[in-house]
């Protein structure tokens, strides 16, 4: 049960599926193709657009905790096929074998956190100011939720957004990147058999749209997608916002970071460095949360880029399969040619580059692996404020932690942020108002490998989204608040007479 059309067929998907289509699915792992897969025109995108919509008028009539029924039932198909999905994930996307797993039980843990939050959609009672009223706020689905994914999560990202959408009452059209559209595929058919257990949920409650950026402008120009919940580039937040927001719908993003970790110098630097390496070479650094800065007091950076040097130089590279190896491959040639030109540009801003060059090449002459680079500054400067995709990481020193918090905010993005220390001061003025400007702020943990729990998202241009935890099921629902006179009178607000 190895290849792809094994797995892909395990799961319930028809082999036509894979052959004929103008799509071509390559592994990054070797640069082979594993199928062709059949694109959505922008008139069909419409279609199911439509039968997502005529799903939703009847899903929201389901109650919540019924609706939470289908979730569990999915969460428990995941977990039966969470081994072939994970390697259709390293297949496809390049990730080491336990990251491919991690990903599907992501998954699994956001579908018990939509079961339990299909019991818990709660609206507030709000203190009337006029005698025999009663204020209440209800939650009720948007209808559909548009959901764009990018190639580096190409199944987790979905299900955080359709578990959520789907409790909330909502159906959800799904356009994934065009990098990974078997793992989409895949999650449909799995999808499909909770369907099926679930016995009378409506047809066209979770649809995907395999193709490009113009099937994916489909769903953000439809006026019947309520929400778009798009995450990939800045530069693809860029187009999608502005176009939603002309026709005031509504949109969640989840773009681009330029993440940093602050080490200071009370630091246990054991912990540090193991922070910094998981992060920073995890997914071949192409993690939205991937470690890319670091920012270190001057007192100790000797030591710890020596410690970073070893174990970069211990971390195994090559076939994401082989259980031994630790970095896989960057996705293709394009973000190959990304890293090369972002380490040319740090050489030319003072930058002293170790590794970045390419490996494996005569083993995979079609697959792209590279030696993770770390690239010692001379301070921030400009490509250390860009987002490269790739294993890279940027080596700061500092002497004032004012400068450093500075540092660390001082980039356009604002995803994930992390600070190493044991000073109580500076781990608080970390969290404060007046410390990191990101969405996620950790404490002697690393940037990346956020839990289900909490909400994730990033602030200035990574968007502003939130996903996952906490409360971010409130964007998959709109709000409605309920004045209930139980009087005799018809007092007026704000005390007004009008009339009498
Ligand atoms: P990408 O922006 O190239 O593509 C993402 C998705 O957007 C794809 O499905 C693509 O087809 C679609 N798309 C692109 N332009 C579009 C348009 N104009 N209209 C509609 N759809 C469009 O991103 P990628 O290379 O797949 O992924 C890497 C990027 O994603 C990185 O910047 C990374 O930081 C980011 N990312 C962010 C998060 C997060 O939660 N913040 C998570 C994962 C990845």
Same mark, same amino acid.
């Given at each position: 049960m190895d290849t792809p059309q094994d797995i892909l067929r395990n799961l319930g998907l028809n082999s036509s599926a894979l052959t004929g289509g103008t799509l071509i699915a390559r592994s990054p792992i070797d640069g082979a193709e594993l199928a062709q897969v059949h694109e959505h025109t922008v008139a069909q995108a419409h279609a199911a657009i439509t039968r997502a919509r005529q799903a939703s008028l009847a899903w929201r009539d389901v109650p919540?905790?019924?609706?939470?029924?289908?979730?569990?039932?999915?969460?428990?198909?995941?977990?039966?096929?969470?081994?072939?999905?994970?390697?259709?994930?390293?297949?496809?996307?390049?990730?080491?074998?336990?990251?491919?797993?991690?990903?599907?039980?992501?998954?699994?843990?956001?579908?018990?956190?939509?079961?339990?939050?299909?019991?818990?959609?709660?609206?507030?009672?709000?203190?009337?100011?006029?005698?025999?009223?009663?204020?209440?706020?209800?939650?009720?689905?948007?209808?559909?939720?548009?959901?764009?994914?990018?190639?580096?999560?190409?199944?987790?990202?979905?299900?955080?957004?359709?578990?959520l959408a789907l409790v909330c009452g909502n159906a959800v059209v799904w356009k994934p990147s065009e990098k990974t559209p078997l793992t989409a595929l895949a999650?449909? *058919?799995? @999808?499909?058999?909770?369907?099926?257990?679930?016995?009378? /949920?409506?047809?066209?409650?979770?649809? &995907?749209?395999? #193709?490009?950026?113009?099937v994916g402008e489909a769903l953000v120009d439809s006026h019947t997608v309520a929400l778009v919940s798009a995450t990939g580039s800045t530069r693809m937040g860029r187009q999608v916002g502005p176009r939603v927001a002309q026709r005031f719908g509504?949109?969640?993003?989840?773009?681009?970071?330029?993440?940093?970790?602050?080490?200071?110098?009370?630091?246990?630097?054991?912990?540090?460095?193991?922070?910094?390496?998981?992060?920073?070479?995890?997914?071949?650094?192409?993690?939205?949360?991937?470690?890319?800065?670091?920012?270190?007091?001057?007192?100790?950076?000797?030591?710890?880029?020596q410690r970073l040097h070893k174990a970069y130089a211990s971390a195994p590279i090559g076939n994401?399969?082989?259980?031994?190896?630790?970095?896989?491959?960057?996705?293709?040639? *394009?973000? @190959?040619?990304?890293?090369?030109?972002?380490?040319?540009? /740090?050489?030319?801003?003072?930058?002293? &580059?170790?590794? #970045?060059?390419?490996?494996?090449?005569?083993?995979?002459?079609?697959?792209?692996?590279?030696?993770?680079?770390?690239?010692?500054?001379?301070?921030?400067?400009?490509?250390?404020?860009?987002?490269?995709?790739?294993?890279?990481?940027?080596?700061?020193?500092?002497?004032?932690?004012?400068?450093?918090?500075?540092?660390?905010?001082?980039?356009?993005?604002?995803?994930s942020s992390a600070i190493f220390t044991n000073d109580l001061r500076e781990a608080e003025t970390f969290l404060s108002a007046a410390g990191s400007d990101c969405g996620i702020a950790n404490v002697n943990i690393g940037t990346s490998g956020a839990e289900i729990g909490g909400a994730f998202g990033g602030e200035k241009e990574t968007g502003g989204g939130r996903e996952s935890g906490s409360d971010s099921w409130r964007n998959y629902m709109r709000r409605a608040t309920n004045t209930i006179n139980y009087s005799r009178n018809l007092p007026l607000a704000q005390g007004i007479k009008f009339g009498e």
């Open positions: 919540a905790p019924r609706r939470g029924e289908l979730i569990r039932l999915f969460g428990e198909t995941l977990r039966q096929h969470k081994q072939e999905l994970g390697r259709l994930v390293s297949l496809e996307a390049g990730k080491i074998v336990a990251e491919g797993e991690g990903e599907v039980q992501e998954m699994i843990d956001i579908c018990d956190f939509a079961v339990g939050l299909s019991r818990q959609l709660y609206g507030l009672t709000i203190a009337s100011e006029r005698p025999g009223h009663r204020m209440m706020e209800t939650w009720h689905p948007l209808g559909v939720v548009g959901v764009i994914s990018a190639f580096n999560f190409p199944v987790a990202v979905w299900s955080w957004n359709a578990a999650c449909q *058919a799995l @999808f499909a058999q909770a369907v099926q257990r679930f016995g009378d /949920a409506p047809a066209g409650l979770s649809e &995907v749209l395999i #193709g490009g950026r113009e509504r949109v969640l993003l989840e773009l681009g970071g330029n993440n940093a970790i602050i080490v200071g110098p009370t630091a246990d630097l054991d912990m540090a460095a193991r922070g910094i390496v998981f992060g920073a070479i995890g997914t071949a650094g192409q993690r939205c949360t991937t470690t890319r800065r670091l920012i270190v007091h001057e007192s100790i950076a000797d030591q710890l880029v994401p399969l082989d259980s031994g190896n630790l970095v896989g491959p960057l996705i293709d040639r *394009a973000s @190959f040619d990304a890293m090369q030109a972002a380490l040319t540009a /740090a050489r030319e801003q003072g930058g002293k &580059v170790a590794g #970045g060059e390419r490996v494996l090449a005569d083993q995979y002459p079609d697959a792209w692996y590279v030696r993770p680079a770390i690239a010692e500054m001379p301070g921030q400067t400009d490509v250390v404020c860009h987002e490269t995709f790739a294993p890279i990481l940027y080596v700061m020193r500092y002497k004032d932690f004012g400068d450093a918090l500075a540092m660390q905010n001082g980039v356009p993005q604002g995803l």
